[in-house]
């Protein structure tokens, strides 16, 4: 059954109204659960607690404590990380997460689109880097997808930016994620996207076999990439001789 993690976030808000005399102090509390694995075993869940639309006090179960965020937070932390209260917190995480995302994952399911994958080049003007691959998807829904970059089947990390999930306006959602490009020799590049509508990641490799026009744009930014560390490594040569010569 799973999917991706955070494609499926189970968030419920308690708020509470306190009122005295004329005026009103509104004490409210947000906890979410958040995983990304199919088997739910990275499941974290986060209990915020808020005083006027302050946050005061947090519990994160990768943390396995509350903790205070200001100086009446610190004191009320301290006070609940040695009752019960702790106890009931740090199983939330089978008792509330786990539990509901089980019953209500499968309804979400029934309602996912799959995303439409694709993966295009882009060369950056006036850029230090020849180009930028972007890997963009498209009308899917539910709103909360993964995409990330492989290389030779590594995930990468540096060099990636993404765009936050944006709505279509027709109930539908899109996400674009850049990487730089420099092209290796042998190296496989890739874009894998997982959502809640799919049964396995969609991994799109991008192909090689680009028009005439956009490999000749690759090879000038990559032939100027290489130029520029030639000139700079002979110029140092030239400058260590001309310092040993004056040296003797």
């Keep these: 059954m799973g999917k991706t993690a955070d494609l499926a976030m189970v968030q419920k808000t308690i708020i509470?109204?306190?009122?005295?005399?004329?005026?009103?102090?509104?004490?409210?509390?947000?906890?979410?659960?958040?995983?990304?694995?199919?088997?739910?075993?990275?499941?974290?869940?986060?209990?915020n607690f808020y005083f006027n639309k302050h946050l005061f006090v947090q519990f994160n179960s990768t943390v396995g404590r509350f903790v205070g965020l200001n100086k009446y937070g610190?004191?009320?932390?301290?006070?609940?990380n040695n009752s019960p209260t702790l106890i009931a917190e740090i199983a939330s995480v089978d008792t509330e997460c786990k539990?509901?995302?089980?019953?209500?994952?499968?309804?979400?399911?029934?309602?996912?689109?799959?995303?439409?994958?694709k993966l295009s080049l882009v060369k950056q003007a006036g850029?230090?880097?020849?180009?930028?691959?972007?890997?963009?998807?498209?009308?899917?829904?539910?709103?909360?997808?993964k995409v990330s970059w492989l290389r030779n089947g590594e995930v990468v990390n540096s060099d990636v930016t993404s765009v936050m999930e944006m709505a279509d306006g027709d109930w539908y959602y899109q996400i674009h994620s850049e990487m730089v490009y420099i092209p290796k020799y042998g190296e496989k590049i890739s874009c894998m996207v997982?959502?809640?509508?799919?049964?396995?990641?969609?991994?799109?490799?991008?192909?090689?076999?680009?028009?005439?026009?956009?490999?000749?744009?690759?090879?000038?930014?990559?032939?100027?990439?290489?130029?520029?560390?030639?000139?700079?490594?002979?110029?140092?040569?030239?400058y260590k001789i001309k310092s040993t010569r004056k040296q003797k």
């Design 74 to 80: 610190l004191s009320v932390a301290e006070g609940w």
């Design 127 to 145: 850029a230090i880097f020849p180009a930028v691959l972007i890997c963009s998807a498209y009308e899917f829904y539910p709103k909360h997808i």
């Design 194 to 238: 997982d959502h809640a509508s799919l049964n396995q990641p969609i991994v799109t490799d991008w192909d090689p076999l680009l028009p005439e026009s956009e490999k000749i744009k690759v090879g000038i930014g990559a032939s100027v990439l290489v130029l520029g560390v030639i000139i700079a490594a002979a110029g140092l040569i030239y």
């Design 99 to 117: 539990y509901n995302i089980k019953n209500r994952d499968p309804a979400l399911r029934d309602k996912a689109v799959k995303p439409k994958v």
């Design 16 to 47: 509470d109204t306190i009122h005295k005399e004329a005026d009103q102090y509104y004490l409210s509390r947000w906890s979410r659960c958040f995983y990304s694995a199919r088997d739910l075993s990275d499941m974290v869940y986060i209990d």
